[in-house]
């Protein structure tokens, strides 16, 4: 391996939304150098900060029919029987909710949480409360996914957050995508909400951290009862 090879196999691959941002942050902090350096040691930080927000890390995901994938990093703030949004056309009963809150510190690309067909793709305008509250999920913009595989019917939402205010989707409707694979990001701090068919026992708790394309939340195929979980 070159010097050139190891070197950029220690970097963190950055996704190309992240470009004009980082360009712009960029482009301002040398101009706040220019005018007063504390200024611009402060913008360097906040731009350092920027190439990390859109870091795209490669991923290595459990396949296996019936797993479900943690589509984000980010802890997992909420696990609740809801109703899932009418435009998942999931029905009105309630389903086994499990929510990844996304901090500014987490990366923000989002991956399937299963390989199937996406049926659904519906964007929703909202509001923009902090995406950790529980009716984030009904008063938020969001992105709804519903993804069909072999052993159900599996619903996504991308919810933006207070400092969020884009929902960006790589996906289109009819489209197989495979578990772990992008499917959007949101900018800046948000939420995901997965929606598991009835009866499905999620494998995490509350409070744990997820890893987008590599944390198991469930099992389609497996009987397990009921984790317990402890906090040391």
């Not at 220019?34 to 611009?40: R, S, T, V």
């Not at 731009?47 to 890390?57: A, E, G, H, Q, S």
């Not at 409707?173 to 929606?195: K, M, N, P, T, W």
């Not at 068919?197 to 198991?216: F, H, I, N, W, Y």
Request: glycine fraction near 10%.
């Amino acid at each position: 391996m070159s010097v050139y090879q190891s070197i950029r196999a220690q970097l963190v691959p950055i996704h190309p939304e992240g470009y004009p941002f980082i360009g712009i942050f960029a482009f301002v902090t040398l101009i706040l150098f220019w005018l007063w350096a504390p200024l611009g040691w402060i913008a360097l930080g906040l731009t350092i900060w920027c190439v990390l927000f859109f870091r795209d890390p490669p991923r290595v995901t459990p396949v296996r029919e019936g797993l479900v994938i943690a589509p984000a990093d980010g802890k997992i703030s909420m696990i609740v029987n809801a109703v899932p949004p009418k435009e998942l056309d999931l029905g009105d009963r309630p389903l086994p909710r499990v929510s990844i809150f996304m901090s500014v510190f987490n990366c923000h690309v989002n991956r399937s949480p299963v390989a199937g067909r996406i049926d659904r793709i519906v964007y929703r305008p909202g509001k923009f409360l902090n995406a950790d509250l529980d009716k984030a999920s009904e008063d938020n913009e969001r992105n709804s996914l519903v993804v069909a595989t072999a052993a159900g019917r599996i619903g996504v939402v991308q919810i933006a957050g207070l400092v969020a205010r884009r929902i960006v989707s790589f996906v289109k409707e009819g489209q197989a995508i495979g578990a772990g694979e992008r499917f959007g990001l949101i900018r800046f701090g948000s939420r995901v909400d997965v929606y598991l068919p009835d009866g499905v026992r999620p494998l995490v708790g509350p409070g744990q951290s997820a890893v987008g394309g590599e944390t198991v939340l469930a099992d389609l195929k497996s009987p397990d009862p009921v984790r317990n979980f402890r906090v040391d």
